[in-house]
Every structure is written in structure tokens, then in C-alpha cells.
């Protein structure tokens, strides 16, 4: 269990009936908040000195896809670098990228592990360090082309690191399970297993096309609950809807219970129009052994936050579980 922290909160509104709530003053980060961006969305955040670091997605004015650095002392109020962050060689020589997009951050030891989509002749998983939010080490790329949502535990396995992802194609996936990967110097990676599948579409037809890991997943009493995305190819293309997972706390490749009912899908006008619209796409949680905070980017357009009791979340993905 994580130690206590002063995560961003507000309380569950009185007509609320869901498990989950949105925060009232959504979007917290609006797509134009530096001056050259077209949209910032899908972006990872973590306790950082007396605050909360973050590491962002924005697109540019010409929609090159890029992430920038940012603090904040509440983790609502944020302040982004105006340009993005720039790679030193890590435990590799530099490796080119034609766009990054779509970070995970993870604290694991003694440094914050950053993996995002990187562009390598195509997408795949790119991996950097950093000890201060300043500075950034880029390492070897986990996995071949193609691959999306990385998203490493913040802890060991058996001496191993371990990372969900989504084996994909080149374009916009029509398909998609969770796999996890394991390495023992955060440069090698191997022993892939199948972690969960898409749903059928006559129980969960929210999650019936394609499924990726969303925030870092932290323990519970019940194991590691991870927040993921689920997709549905409807009538007017995909729609993106936010769901939980609990995971084995020994073996993580093990699912105990996935939920069913989504727990926030697209519904607030910030969700529905956008860039690309009809998409709840969780990147980060806060937690403090009793509260979480979720980041979310919203119709690929900006940065919002969705609240819960972890107890009732768990409870909830136990009681209607896939």
C-alpha cells in the first residue's frame, strides 16, 4: 500500500449515483495551456517533492505529437515546459523518433521510469528515466514495432521488471489484447504472456474491439488494480470507455476479476466532441490507501480527472466482474 499522500480530491456529489464522479471544474488542463499547442490530452502524473511532476502529450500547431515536462503543487494547477523534453543516451545510443505520445509515468526504486508510444518505424514502446523531471534518459525500445500503452509496475517481479502492452498494427488499430513482458535490466524483454482479451461482444460490448492499459496499477487488498480503456466500434467509429481490472499481486499475468459495466464512458460535452471524439482514455491515478484520483485525456483534446473510493471500486469490479 502506497504511503499517504495529499492527492487531489473533491467529494462525491449529492445526486451522484455512479462509483466513480467527475471532477466539477473538468477540463483541469484545456488544449491551448502553452502557447504552441494544439491539444494536450492522455498525460501520466505522479507524486513528486512537495507536489506532483507530470510528463505530457501535446500535439503542436502542426499536430507533431511530443511530451513536455510539468509541475504543480496541487496536481490540478499545472505549469508545462514550452518545449519538449529532450533525450540524453541511456543505456543504449540514441535512438531516433519520428513523434512520442501517450506517457506512462512510474516510480520504481530510486528513479521515475517513463515509457511512451514511440515512433520507430512505427509505433512501439519507448523507455527514459529521470531522477528530477529535468534531466531525461532515453534506453533501449522494449518491444519491435508495432505496440502501444506501455505501462511498467512500480515494482519488481522475481527481480524483474515487468510491462502491460498492446501488440497493434501501424494505423488505427482495429484490434487489440493486454500482454505483459518481463526484463531484468529494463533494455531486454521477453517471456510475453497474454494478460486479457477483448470481451465478448453479446456481455461487454464496450471492450469488445480492442483493450490497453491505462494507469500505473498500484495494490490493493484484493492485488494490483489497474485502470484500462475499452473500445467499441460503432456506427460512428470507435468510442473510447474507462474500466478497472484487479490483477494477481504475486503473478500479475493473472486476472482475478475485470469489470463488466464500464465505470465512466464518454458522456460530458468535453468528452464528446474533440479532436477525435467519444473518447475516456485514464493515463495516470493518484492514490493514498484509501482515495484515487484518476487522469484522463478527453476526446484526444485536453486533460481531465474522475474521483472514487478504492474500496468501492474494488468492491464494484468484484460484484460485477466479467
Known sequence: MANKINIPW?????????????????????????????????????????????VFRCDNKSVQMNIFAGFSKDGINWEISHEPVVMKAGNTEMIESDYKYDPRVTFIEDRYWITWCNGYHGPTIGIAYTFDFKEFFQCEN????????????????????????RPSDNGHTPFGDIY???SPDMKYWGEHRCVMKVAPFDQSAW???????????????????????????TCN????????????KDNPAKVLYRSKPYLIAPAAPYELAGDVPNVVFPCAALEDGEKVAVYYGAADTSVCMAFGYIDEIVDFVKNNSL
Not at 467509429?237 to 494477481?248: N, P, Q
Request: net charge positive; charged share 15%.
Open 10 to 54: 473533491q467529494e462525491k456529489p449529492a445526486d451522484c449515483k455512479e462509483v466513480m464522479w467527475r471532477h466539477s471544474n473538468n477540463p483541469i488542463i484545456g488544449r491551448y495551456h502553452i502557447p504552441t499547442s494544439n491539444s494536450i490530452f492522455n498525460s501520466a502524473v505522479v507524486p513528486f517533492e512537495d507536489g506532483f511532476a507530470g
Open 142 to 165: 522494449a518491444f519491435l514495432p508495432f505496440n502501444r500503452n506501455g505501462v511498467l509496475f512500480p515494482q519488481k517481479f522475481n527481480g524483474r521488471y515487468a510491462m502491460l502492452s
Open 180 to 182: 505483459i513482458s518481463f
Open 207 to 233: 471492450q469488445c474491439t480492442k483493450i490497453g492499459a491505462g494507469s500505473v496499477p498500484f495494490l490493493t487488498k484484493d492485488g494490483w488494480l489497474m485502470f484500462y480503456h475499452g473500445v467499441i466500434n
Open 237 to 248: 467509429g470507435f468510442r473510447y470507455s474507462m474500466g478497472a481490472a484487479i490483477l494477481d
